[in-house]
Structure formats: C-alpha cells, structure tokens
C-alpha cells in the first residue's frame, strides 16, 4: 500500500474507533484533515470517492447503491436537509444517509475540510452547501 493509502485508511479507523453516535461527522472530518485530506468528493450512486491529499489523491471505490440504468430524481432540498439531520442526530447509518440523500436528488457531494463546508450536487446544477462545527480532538 502506498503511504497515501495508509495514512487515509488508519485515519478513517481511528476516526470510526472515536466518533460519537450523535454529530460523529465532525470529529471524522477532523481525523481526515489531520491526516493530511484537503477535500473529499463523493459521487453518486456509485459510492466513489476521491480524497484530495496533501503529496496526491487517492480513490476508495464502494459498493455502488444502484447498478443499471435508472432516472436521476429530482433535487429536494428539503428532503436532502431531512436526510442530514437524521444522520447527524445519530438515526442513520452512513449507506442510509447515501441512500437517502440519492433520493433526495444528489448526485455527488464535496467535503472541504479546509473551510468545514459540504456541498451537496444535482443533476441539473442545483446546490446546497453546509458548514460543521469545528472539534477539538
């Protein structure tokens, strides 16, 4: 594994290993940026993601939560913001959180971790961005 590689998945070990139940993205968003991760872009529905590191970039590809050929749904921000608040309250996993922000329309996110702010992406341009709260590890 390259030192890329290593850094990111001990980072999200020790981030899973020390994140709360309830508001855990924020310290896992901490972890990364202290491992060195500048920004994190996810895509939609295939569960890839790409980690912008200080030295490079690496991919994690997940398990895709659609295979075939489906119709894009259209962007809610309403239900997109119901979907956040239910993972940050602790009441979801992280694939119900994918699946449910799929739903609501997102076909990618952003994680800046330099400025703590996600945006969230639709198909035909839409938008919603979000700060998290700074935490002290």
């Known amino acids: ?3 890329l590689v ?4 001990e980072a999200q070990k020790h981030a899973m290993s020390i994140r709360p139940k309830v508001g855990g993205f924020p310290v896992l968003a901490e972890v990364l940026s202290q491992a060195g991760v ?3 872009r996810w895509n939609l529905p295939s569960c890839q993601s790409i980690y912008r590191m200080q030295g490079g970039c690496v991919i994690q590809q997940g398990t895709p939560i659609l295979t075939g050929i489906h119709e894009i749904p259209i962007f809610q921000k309403e239900k997109l913001i119901k979907a956040i608040r239910k993972d940050q309250n602790g009441e979801s ?3 119900e959180f994918l699946k449910e922000t799929w739903e609501a329309g997102v076909v990618g996110y952003d994680v800046n971790f330099l400025e703590r702010k ?3 992406f639709g198909a035909n341009g839409e938008s919603y961005i979000e700060d998290y709260p700074e ?3």
């Open 118 to 120: 996600v945006s969230y």
């Open 93 to 95: 996993t992280f694939l």
């Open 135 to 137: 935490v002290h590890l």
């Open 1 to 3: 594994m390259s030192n």
């Open 38 to 40: 500048i920004m994190n």
């Open 6 to 9: 290593t850094r990111l998945t």
